[in-house]
Structure formats: C-alpha cells, structure tokens
C-alpha cells in the first residue's frame, strides 16, 4: 500500500475546522518563488507545472528502474503554498492580489536528496525542454509552532477561519507571529479547477510564538 501522507501524518493535513495549536516538524519540499495574482499569473501557472513534474517524474522512477536509494511506494502530497503582500499588508486583503508573493512547494520523501533533486530535474528537463526548472530549489522546511484550522468553501471567505484562529492562539497563550521567514500557509486538499468553490478543504497555517 503506497504511503499518503494525509493519512499517516493526519495531524498535519487533517485538522478539524476548529482551532489548534501544532508544532510542524522538518519536512522537505519542491519549491519556486513568485509573485502576482495566482488566478492570471502565467509564473504562477509554470511553478505548478515544475513542481508537479519533477514530483511525478521521482514518483515514477521505479518504471525506469532508477529509482533512489530508500525509494519506497508513495502518494504525491497535496500543493501548499506560503503568501505575503509586496507592501508588507496582511494576506487577508485580498483586493489587490497582484500584490501577492508566493512559494509554492511540494512534500518529498525523506529520500529525497539533493543529489536525487538534481538528478531528476536534469531527467524532467530532458521530458521538458522547454520549460526553465532553474528557479525550483529542494528545501528543508521546519515552520515550528502554528496554530491551523480546516477551513471550507471560497479562498476569499477565509478571513473568517484566520479571525477565529487568532482568537484562540490569544485564548490559548499564543500570538500570530509573521515574519520575514514565517508565512500565512495553504495546503490544498481539493483542485479549484474541478471543485466547486463552496465545497474547497484548505489547511490554513499561522505561525505563532507563546505570550504566556
């Protein structure tokens, strides 16, 4: 049975739509950095096309035979994505979303190396020559304490489920800390493109620091 992270790491994609507090371990991921409105931005539309690529393209090296050392059976993660405003605004406006920047990323496996990274992105690009994988990196990620909540329906109703997060971080000892290094986070358990809005599971992610 190929291992999904969604199951076996439920505490990480699977929050309940009520707010808690988690400490996120270290984790690897596919990355690329961008800017501009993730519904018409052409950049935004190329880094998804990178990340899933290379991803698929190690998932499937057992067809070649290629595989990485420790490779096991496994279910490609879900598309994250971290966001902050060019003006330093809150990622909650969302009025003028071609002031947004972006990293959207990718678990890997722990097996994943650098070396496999850059391996299989010489692979893919072979498959895909006409696509630019130099902006995608290969990154250690550990985002520490957060608190997260499920939150349903629209990206635009998410004000809502950010509001009720931050009053139960302050509830519970906690404060939204956002920085230069810690972000407002997605995880996408549903494709927009084949769901309807109102019916849409986003994992959202606040870093926080205690104030207690």
């Known amino acids: 049975m190929p ?36 519904n018409t931005s052409t950049a935004y539309k190329t880094a998804l096309e990178m990340l899933y690529g290379l991803s698929y393209t190690i998932k499937m090296s057992k067809m070649s035979g290629a595989q990485p050392e420790g490779y096991y059976e496994y279910v490609v993660p879900p598309l994250e994505s971290l ?8 990622i909650e406006d969302r009025l003028d979303k071609d002031c947004f920047c972006w990293t959207s990323m990718i678990r ?26 130099s902006p995608m990196r290969l990154e250690k990620f550990t985002e520490g304490l957060c608190v997260q909540a ?36 997605e995880i996408y358990l549903a494709d927009p493109r084949k769901t309807a809005p109102e019916k849409l599971k986003t994992v959202l992610r606040y870093p926080v620091r205690k104030t207690l």
């Open 3 to 38: 291992v999904d992270f969604k199951k076996t790491d439920k505490v990480l994609y699977q929050p309940s739509s009520a707010p808690s507090i988690i400490d996120v371990p270290e984790m690897t991921f596919l990355m690329v950095d961008g800017s501009g409105n993730p």
């Open 150 to 185: 499920m939150h349903f329906g629209p990206y635009d109703d998410e004000p809502a489920t950010i509001t009720a997060m931050e009053r139960y971080a302050a509830d519970s000892g906690y404060a939204f800390d956002l920085n230069g290094a810690r972000r407002h986070h």
């Open 83 to 90: 966001w902050w405003h060019k003006g330093g605004g809150a």
């Open 108 to 133: 890997q496996p722990a097996f994943v190396t650098a070396e496999t990274f850059e391996f299989f992105k010489a692979v893919h690009a072979k498959k895909k020559p006409e696509l630019d994988l």
